[in-house]
């Protein structure tokens, strides 16, 4: 199964010129913690995914409201600048949804 498949919503987009953040919304506390625990999905497996040092992507939980927010660098060009294919950041979140969990 791919995080695709368990995530009720997934997004990316800018948290800035330089930083790009993806969040996944679950509709139940067990998809929450299944993809907290999928072996890939550390901060190793998405940096590996994205190519980013891993001490630079941040992944947190927040419980409370099923959602999971992680943060990396952009890769490339800054939003905006000559050569960035994806301005807003809204298309960045495809890699992420094929991890299995």
Do not use: W
């Not at 987009?13 to 907290?36: C, Q, S, W, Y």
């Not at 000559?82 to 969990?101: A, I, K, N, R, S």
């Amino acid at each position: 199964m791919r995080l695709y498949d368990v995530a009720q919503v997934m997004r990316s987009k800018n948290a800035g010129p330089f930083t790009l953040t993806i969040d996944l919304m679950f509709a139940t506390h067990e998809e929450f913690e299944r993809v907290l625990n999928a072996s890939g999905f550390t901060p190793e497996g998405v940096g590996q995914m994205y190519g980013v040092d891993a001490t630079r992507v941040r992944i947190v939980p927040f419980e409370r409201v099923l959602t999971i927010k992680v943060s990396m660098p952009r890769t490339g060009a800054s939003s905006g600048a000559p050569g960035d294919t994806d301005v807003y950041g809204c298309g960045q979140h495809f890699p992420l949804g094929e991890l299995g969990v």
